[in-house]
Nanobody, 127 residues
Framework: QVQLMESGGGSVQAGGSLRLSCAGSRSTYSSLCVAWFREAPGKGLEWVSSMKTFGGDTYYDDTVEGRFTISQDNAKNTVYLQMNSLKPEDTAMYYC????????????????????WGQGTQVTVSS
């Protein structure tokens, strides 16, 4: 069982930055695919970025490539999402999710493929 807790959301102006954190409770935080999703009002849940814990490639949606960076601190069982050059269209509730199914993160892009979810953290970007 993995419990996830997001933090770091807030309100910023366009062009600003935020860093989201996703802390995992499981002592064995290895071999998980951890992803960030977001859901804006009136829109569906969309995948943003993902990576395998304890090393692995990183993946980004085209809308955030070059602006967002996913990273991890294994000692803290935490995955981060550094968000720079924020735009109003980045406004959404951001969720972290984890899968222990063992598949490559490259193929895990939808809600149903992740079995652990955090409660979400709100990001609001004003113009």
């Amino acid at each position: 069982q993995v419990q996830l807790m997001e933090s770091g959301g807030g309100s910023v102006q366009a062009g600003g930055s935020l860093r989201l954190s996703c802390a995992g409770s499981r002592s064995t935080y290895s071999s998980l695919c951890v992803a960030w999703f977001r859901e804006a009002p009136g829109k569906g849940l969309e995948w943003v970025s993902s990576m395998k814990t304890f090393g692995g490639d990183t993946y980004y949606d085209d809308t955030v490539e070059g602006r967002f960076t996913i990273s991890q601190d294994n000692a803290k069982n935490t995955v981060y999402l550094q968000m720079n050059s924020l735009k109003p269209e980045d406004t959404a509730m951001y969720y972290c999710a984890a899968s222990d199914a063992g598949y490559s993160c490259r193929f895990l892009l939808t809600r149903g493929q992740y079995n652990y979810w955090g409660q979400g953290t709100q990001v609001t970007v004003s113009s």
